[in-house]
């Protein structure tokens, strides 16, 4: 799944895949602002079928947070 979840960053963030890591923070590794959180968490939605509060991705800062956070919802 890290590896769907990294395509998908790096297509929203107009990053390089290759400096994408479990370890990377969204916001300050990846340059995400507010606009593109909105926008990756509706990438997300549609690609794991999951709904995703705006509070709950809140907490969420790394790419692991994200795997964790979809492999929770998916249950």
Known sequence: M???VKEILA???S???EDITADSDIRE??????????????ALEDE???EIDN????????????VKFIEAKRG
């Open 29 to 42: 590794d990846l340059d995400a602002d507010s606009l593109d959180m909105v926008q990756l968490v509706m």
């Open 55 to 66: 509070a709950e991705i809140k907490d969420v800062k790394t790419v692991g947070d994200v």
């Open 2 to 4: 890290i590896d769907k």
């Open 48 to 50: 794991f079928d999951v």
């Open 15 to 17: 990053v390089d895949i």
């Open 11 to 13: 297509d929203e963030l």
